[in-house]
């Protein structure tokens, strides 16, 4: 069982997980690009379906799929079962790491990204996202599921075909403790709706508005290229957003892809989806977060938190719409 610890300087839970073992040699792949092995076929394509722990959902028809959705062979939460934590001492804080850690196979085809999905696999993807996300809403124990997509090396993957993870956890992480924070902070409206409203009038970081939704370049990027997604009609869980936003949120994220490639060729990237802790009804906006991974943080932003962005939100914007 993969354990949970208390970092008492930040108040920060940190996960060790040990399952994927790793000798001091392995951690020299990580500098090698993702690339599925031509011995071991890629356990995610049609036809290597047994490879894989069962499906616990399968999207598509007529014995083609067009979405899997199976466990995580090596997952860093897993079982049922409350947040107990226990003291060894003052500083020694753990709890059992348990939890969901599902793989979405959102594409059966190995080469796809994201950014080639056609119209009817991105609602695939986006109805299953929700469908998981209310299945974990109603899993005991379960209080906040984080969904990511890994894109290359940089950004973390460790298999090329395009798949999506969600993580069911039994705590609230800090980062959106602190997401939470802000909107509470920014007090008489809804913090991204107000965006929504400031970014179209200053108009120069919006890089699309289409469909009810809008990605913006936002005032405030830590990072280059990253990219803000947000659906126009307010609402703090995702599960319960309307199926035609969801399409529509991802067909934002395919185009702002595209550009991206466009612009800046095939880079690692992640995509960090936020929205409300299951049972919360705090003041909250879901959204995406589209973050290029095409510079490393370097010491001082690891030692104060604070980013240096060498590329300012309005020249990215330019440079992704021109
Ligand atoms: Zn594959
Ligand atoms: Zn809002
Ligand atoms: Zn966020």
Same mark, same amino acid.
């Given at each position: ?180 924070? &802000?909107?509470? #902070? ?5 913090? =991204?709706?107000?965006?929504?409203? !400031?970014? %179209?009038? $200053?108009? /120069? @970081? ?29 609402? &703090?869980?995702? #599960? ?5 936003? =969801?399409?529509?949120?991802?067909? !934002?994220? %395919?185009? $702002?892809? /595209? @550009? ?32 290029? #991974? ?29």
């Amino acid at each position: 069982m993969n354990q949970l610890r208390l970092n008492p300087l930040t108040g920060r839970w940190v996960t060790v997980a040990t399952g994927r073992a790793s000798r001091p040699a392995d951690f020299a792949r990580d500098r090698a690009p993702v690339e599925t092995s031509p011995v071991t076929p890629c356990p995610f394509c049609p036809g290597h379906e047994e490879e894989l722990p069962p499906a616990l959902e399968t999207y598509g028809h007529s014995g083609e799929w067009l979405l899997r959705v199976v466990p995580n062979r090596y997952p860093a939460f897993e079982g049922a079962g409350p947040m107990l934590v226990e003291h060894l001492g003052p500083l020694f804080a753990s709890a059992p790491a348990t939890g969901i850690h599902e793989v979405l196979v959102f594409t059966p085809d190995h080469r796809q990204s994201w950014a080639d999905l056609d119209d009817r696999q991105v609602g695939v993807t986006m109805a299953a996202l929700r469908d998981r996300f209310e299945d974990h809403a109603h899993a005991p124990g379960i209080r906040y599921t984080q969904a990511i997509v890994n894109h290359g090396r940089a950004a973390g993957a460790s298999l090329e075909h395009p798949h999506s993870q969600l993580l069911g956890i039994s705590f609230v992480p800090g980062e959106l403790v602190e997401e939470i924070a &802000g909107f509470r #902070r920014f007090s008489g409206a809804c913090l =991204l709706c107000a965006t929504i409203d !400031a970014e %179209r009038a $200053a108009g /120069h @970081r919006v890089v699309s508005d289409k469909d009810g939704v809008v990605v913006v370049a936002p005032w405030w990027s830590g990072a280059p290229f990253e990219l803000l997604v947000i659906p126009e009609n307010h609402e &703090g869980h995702l #599960r319960r957003a309307a199926g035609t936003d =969801l399409a529509s949120v991802g067909h !934002a994220i %395919r185009d $702002a892809l /595209h @550009r991206i490639r466009e612009l800046l060729g095939d880079v690692s990237y992640n995509l960090v989806v936020h929205t409300l802790p299951h049972h919360a009804h705090d003041p909250f906006h879901w959204h995406v977060h589209v973050v290029p #991974r095409v510079h490393s943080v370097g010491g001082f932003e690891k030692g104060t938190g604070v980013p240096i962005n060498i590329v300012a939100p309005e020249d990215a914007c330019r440079l992704m719409t021109g």
